[in-house]
């Protein structure tokens, strides 16, 4: 089985940027949350809260939408066409995308391209609480371990040094930078 990560990877952007921004154009309303939000990367930048605490601020958002699901289908509608040429290309019905993007949102893509497997971190979608660990770094690696326990990735794809620990958990590993594909060195990270 082939792995992605999912962000930067085979969708071009931030699919939770993206979202925000989606939205943000038909609630403008939304900005009222920014001072917030900023305060808060302020206090994790200081080392006074974690990553996870400053993105359920950051997913707080949600709970001004009226039909946060609606949203995402119609965000998806009008985003579709950012998903890489290169995985429509090689794409197999036994894909796996692994993210730390919200499973709420990827898991619409993920339906319409016929990924049938999907581990991402679990956020509420009307609260933005997260119900898990962010899936994320070596995270990634227990909750697919979890997910498959006698499986290793053929191959891992991935845009970010941060996933080094699934790279070295495939068998072959390879970095992505917007369309290129490079077979990815874990021993230089």
Not at 50 to 77: I, M, P
Not at 119 to 126: F, S, Y
Not at 152 to 169: H, I, N
């Amino acid at each position: 089985m082939n792995v992605y990560d999912f962000d930067g990877t085979i969708y071009r952007g931030d699919s939770s940027v993206d979202f925000y921004a989606y939205c943000l154009k038909r609630r403008p309303q939304l900005l009222m949350g920014l001072p917030r939000f900023f305060v808060h990367c302020v206090l994790y930048k200081l080392g006074k809260i974690s990553k996870r605490e400053l993105k359920e601020v950051y997913f707080h958002f949600l709970t001004k939408l009226d039909d946060a699901e609606g949203f995402v289908r119609q965000f998806w509608n009008r985003n579709e066409d950012r998903i890489k040429h290169w995985y429509l290309q090689q794409k197999s019905e036994d894909d796996v995308v692994i993210t730390a993007s919200p499973e709420f949102l990827v898991s619409e893509i993920c339906t319409r391209l016929g990924i049938h497997s999907l581990i991402a971190t679990q956020v509420d979608i009307h609260s933005g609480r997260f119900l898990s660990e962010n899936c994320h770094d070596e995270e990634k690696v227990k909750r697919f371990r979890k997910e498959f326990p006698d499986s290793r990735p053929t191959a891992f794809y991935s845009d970010t040094q941060s996933d080094l620990p699934m790279a070295r958990l495939a068998e072959r590993a390879y970095l992505v930078e917007d369309d290129q594909i490079k077979e990815w060195d874990i021993n230089q990270g």
